[in-house]
Antibody
Framework: QVHLVQSGAEMKKPGAPVKISCKAS????????IHWVRQAPGEKFEWLGW????????KYSEKFQGRVTITRDTGATTVYMDLTGLTSEDTAVYYC???????????WGQGTLVTVSS | EIVLTQSPATLSLSPGERATLSCRAS??????LAWYQQKPGQAPRVLIS???RRAAGIPPRFSGSGSGTDFTLTISSLEPEDSAVYFC??????????FGQGTKLEIK
């Protein structure tokens, strides 16, 4: 059974960075990409980027290029998402999601609330 | 950016009725359109991939159709547990993935 378990809620001040983890289990970690998406209050989901679990290549949304870094630790079957230069507009629930067949997100983490406030 | 616009924003129906949800893309998405269901406090769950392929474990009352820029999610006979927000997602273009704003389905 596929499980993605994310780290807990974060409270950050403007300008600070945040790092969220996503621990994967129940499947072959190297065979599936992991994506990061977020949902701000009352807004659509936004895609931040993805990482290939095997060779570790990454692709980021142009909107977040330069602020987001996605890495993985294959031994720990964990993916990390770093977001720097936080503003109040980054307040959102951040999700990791596994890309399955057909290119859809077939398993999701439980979400991590990041609140940016002075 | 491929913009996905969903309608209606809210839908209120009774158990047993049929629900029809629309997702319109600003340009052709070549069939790479998925539908998700999200209940309060939960992560989304994939219902449909590639416009019409039902995901594993999804009841047959859920069906998807459409191509190009116009897509539809149909729930043939509503159950109380279908109360949720439904959103569409496309793959392709830049950014690679974009999402609709969602349709809130209320079961009376």
């Amino acid at each position: 059974q596929v499980h993605l378990v994310q780290s807990g809620a974060e409270m950050k001040k403007p300008g600070a960075p945040v790092k969220i983890s996503c621990k994967a289990s129940g499947y072959s970690f190297s065979n599936f990409p992991i994506h990061w998406v977020r949902q701000a209050p009352g807004e659509k989901f936004e895609w931040l980027g993805w990482i290939n679990g095997g060779i570790g290549d990454v692709k980021y949304s142009e909107k977040f290029q330069g602020r987001v870094t996605i890495t993985r630790d294959t031994g720990a079957t964990t993916v990390y998402m770093d977001l720097t230069g936080l503003t109040s507009e980054d307040t959102a629930v951040y999700y990791c999601a596994r890309q399955g067949s057909g290119g859809v997100f077939d398993s999701w983490g439980q979400g991590t609330l990041v609140t940016v406030s002075s | 950016e491929i913009v996905l616009t969903q309608s209606p924003a809210t839908l209120s129906l009774s158990p047993g009725e049929r629900a029809t949800l629309s997702c319109r893309a600003s340009e052709s998405v070549a069939g790479s359109l998925a539908w998700y269901q999200q209940k309060p406090g939960q992560a989304p769950r994939v219902l449909i991939s590639a416009s019409s392929r039902r995901a594993a474990g999804i009841p047959p009352r859920f069906s998807g159709s459409g191509s190009g820029t116009d897509f539809t999610l149909t729930i043939s006979s509503l159950e109380p547990e279908d109360s949720a927000v439904y959103f569409c997602q496309q793959r392709g273009g830049r950014p690679l993935f974009t999402f609709g704003q969602g349709t809130k389905l209320e079961i009376k």
